[in-house]
């Protein structure tokens, strides 16, 4: 119990009630482990912070003025769209947290644990700025990144999940480096921000560590669903649920939407409804919809997001 676990999210309002769940589920899988938790965010109201307080004594809020962020304002120009703001505050946080821990674990608001993280501790990052896990489990997508960003190494991290280590990231300068890469005018190579930074910064400064430290949900295909969460051993310790198309949606119903739910119900949000993403739709989105409903052979539904996908695909392009 004398080994305290630190785990940082990042937010504003957009993600808070998720950022909740993420904790709720890490609550649940560690009763015996002694966890704080550090949430950065900025423009949220009094009343949602004092919600998110409820979860937890284990709780820290810390506001980050949004003077710090303006410098990241032009980001229209990124190729992904579903990204935010909140990002770029986990620049902020080593800074923030120095004096207070050595080293902590970072971690997305689209995250769900699974199993007990006390071997966390285990993982030795004393002579590295943080721990990573890849971002793909496939050669060819890594080769992708390697050459895209011309790494000198074949791997490539996932920023969701970082173990860092808080007085080495700050000596290496990692935030200034970063921040030289994001807001120089040469950054159009870049298709996740500061994830492709992190990973142009660090390359020679991380410890790979098991994917299970942060397992995307993508890389579990239909028929291991099945059985994927019944296998204790094998069962990695966060998932990680990437893409625009987040489980929180309405519309996005199936096993993660489950999970996702199981835990919300331990949160001061169990009875806000979930929101809908039909305002969000990208054109993309209507043919993997398409695509999803035929699967279920829903074939009225199936034809009406194939025709509405053609009809803004045509309009984009015209």
């Not at 003077?67 to 909140?86: A, F, G």
């Not at 895209?148 to 173990?163: I, K, M």
């Not at 005018?185 to 930074?197: F, G, N, R, T, V």
Request: proline share 3%.
């Amino acid at each position: 119990m004398n080994n305290i676990i630190n785990i940082a999210y990042c937010t504003d309002s957009n993600y808070l009630e998720h950022v909740g769940v993420s904790i709720s589920s890490i609550m649940h899988n560690n009763l015996n482990n002694n966890i704080h938790f550090h949430v950065f965010l900025y423009d949220v109201s009094l009343e949602e912070q004092q919600k998110l307080e409820q979860l937890s004594p284990s709780i820290t809020l810390h506001s980050i003025p949004l003077d710090e962020l303006t410098k990241y304002s032009d980001t229209q120009n990124y190729k992904v769209k579903h990204i935010n703001r909140s990002m770029y505050i986990r620049l902020l946080v080593p800074r923030l947290l120095k004096g207070v821990v050595d080293k902590f674990i970072y971690l997305d608001a689209d995250t769900l644990c699974f199993a007990n993280i006390s071997s966390i501790s285990d993982i030795n990052i004393d002579s590295v700025v943080c721990g990573v896990t890849p971002d793909s489990l496939d050669k060819e997508n890594m080769l992708k990144n390697q050459k895209r960003l011309q790494l000198n190494s074949t791997n490539y991290f996932n920023s969701g999940f970082l173990y860092i280590n808080v007085n080495k990231w700050i000596e290496f300068d990692t935030e200034n480096k970063v921040n030289q890469i994001l807001l120089s005018s040469e950054k159009k190579h870049l298709i996740y921000p500061d994830q492709d930074a992190l990973n142009v910064v660090l390359q020679n400064q991380v410890l790979w560590i098991d994917p299970k430290w942060n397992y995307l949900f993508t890389w579990i295909n239909d028929k291991q669903k099945e059985t994927f969460f019944y296998n204790k051993k094998s069962l990695p310790y966060i998932i990680h649920f990437t893409g625009a198309r987040k489980m929180w949606y309405q519309e996005h119903t199936g096993l993660a939407q489950n999970l996702y739910n199981f835990y919300k119900h331990f949160t001061p949000w169990a009875n806000t409804p979930l929101k809908s993403y039909k305002y969000k739709m990208r054109v993309n989105d209507y043919r993997i919809y398409a695509k999803s409903h035929l699967k279920d052979k829903n074939l009225i539904s199936s034809l009406k997001y194939y025709l509405l996908y053609l009809v803004l695909k045509i309009k984009k392009q015209s």
